[in-house]
């Protein structure tokens, strides 16, 4: 459809009206272009683009793992190859431990200093102690669980020695010889990251107790978080530095079969760790402190865990994963943070690199539904207002719905 403007002129005086205009309108044989459907391989490929570094991070690891293992079919290969092969894939990790200076002294400053008493008062006490609770639960039920699986893991391996009644006999009357541990202090050269945490805890406390004087330097330091929070980004190479390490790491192992095994093991324990975490410890903190059906709420924010899952974005342990880094994968620097921290070698992180783009969605739906819950604990009264809460809810049950 158009419409035809065409104007009457008339002759115009002092008396007369201004000159009319006639509108016209006609119809229109142009029929509306319709949007026509895009197929299945067009759909797929959208997606895959929208989640680019998945999709390559994925691919890395399938390209890794089928790399190494053909080249391990080889013939011998020459230590010094094996060390050009690994050599992006180590440069990726030398860089991720040069930014963990910046990255504590950055995110430790930023967080505590905007958690002053006096500004944030009952609710930023309350927001701490849940998180600070959670974390150490969190901890204490992932290392009942390794111990579990360690357990087993021996077990079944008594049960391996002890599959014949001649190599049982064999293997009682010679056991494996004793190991005494003793512990020993000595100087270790590096970095203090622990001596460094506590510094920079103190100083950001101290830095949010005194208000506007310090704006600038917190506003310094905020800037200073997300220039290392991009340069994390930046040299987030990834998925090559992935298919590097894991084809280097596959060529030099020396039994395939038995790291295999303990990778999967880990993948079973962290994945139950997360399901008991989230499905059992967060609803009955939920219901033992908001007296309400923690699954009814669990509904609602339903949506929000999985986009998270989807697009997943010790003392030491306890304070990195509290400030955990904002990015994909952030488990991994924060591991590298740990065992830097507590003087681990961390040459055979690349293992865990080969999971840990799916562990990672796990790892941030799970934590998606932390913030969910901290909403309604650190609003609820407290004192004499929680008396006078659990009176009402008691007077009028509808409260509780």
Same mark, same amino acid.
């Given at each position: ?134 974390? %150490?639960?969190?901890?204490? /039920?992932? *290392?009942?669980?390794? +111990?579990?699986?360690?357990?087993? =893991?021996? &077990?079944? $391996? ?92 596959? %060529?030099?192992?020396?039994? /395939?079969? *038995?790291?295999?095994? +303990?990778?999967?093991?880990?993948? =079973?324990? &962290?994945? $139950? ?129």
């Amino acid at each position: 459809m158009y419409i035809a403007l065409t104007s009457t002129p008339t002759e115009m005086n002092a008396n007369s009206m201004p000159k009319q205009v006639e509108v016209r309108m006609h119809e229109s044989h142009l029929e509306p272009i319709e949007a026509r459907p895009q197929s299945k391989c067009a759909n797929i490929c959208s997606k895959m683009f929208k989640n680019l570094l998945l999709t390559l991070t994925v691919l890395g690891v399938i390209l890794g793992a089928v790399s190494g293992m053909l080249l391990r079919v080889a013939s011998p290969i020459h230590p010094d190859i094996v060390m050009v092969i690994a050599f992006p894939g180590d440069i990726l990790m030398r860089m991720l431990k040069m930014l963990i200076l910046p990255l504590i002294i950055s995110s430790l400053i930023t967080g505590l200093a905007g958690l002053d008493a006096k500004s944030s008062g009952r609710l930023g006490t309350r927001a701490m102690v849940y998180y600070m609770s959670t974390t %150490i639960i969190a901890a204490v /039920l992932g *290392v009942i669980l390794i +111990q579990t699986v360690t357990k087993k =893991v021996e &077990v079944a $391996i008594e049960e391996d020695v002890n599959a014949t009644t001649m190599d049982g006999l064999v293997a009682n009357i010679t056991k494996d010889p004793q190991f005494i541990v003793k512990k020993s202090l000595q100087f270790k050269s590096g970095m203090n990251v622990l001596g460094l945490i506590g510094f920079f805890i103190a100083f950001g406390i101290c830095m949010g107790k005194m208000g506007e004087k310090a704006r600038l330097m917190l506003e310094f330091f905020s800037i200073l978080n997300e220039i290392v929070m991009k340069l994390v980004i930046c040299i987030m190479y990834s998925p090559f530095g992935i298919a590097c390490l894991i084809c280097g790491k596959i %060529i030099s192992i020396k039994d /395939l079969e *038995v790291v295999a095994r +303990q990778l999967g093991m880990y993948m =079973v324990t &962290v994945i $139950i760790g997360l399901i008991i975490h989230g499905a059992i410890f967060l609803p009955a903190i939920y219901f033992a402190i908001v007296r309400k059906n923690p699954f009814t709420f669990f509904l609602g924010i339903f949506q929000a865990w999985i986009t998270a899952l989807g697009t997943a974005s010790s003392l030491t342990a306890t304070l990195a994963s509290v400030g955990a880094a904002s990015i994909p994968s952030a488990g991994l620097v924060t591991m590298l943070l740990i065992l830097t921290a507590v003087g681990l070698p961390t040459q055979d992180i690349s293992l865990l690199v080969a999971v840990d783009w799916l562990l990672d969605r796990f790892n941030t739906g799970n934590g998606g539904v932390l913030p969910g819950l901290r909403a309604p604990l650190s609003h609820l009264p407290k004192g004499p207002e929680l008396d006078d809460f659990g009176r009402t809810c008691t007077q009028n049950p509808t409260t509780l719905k």
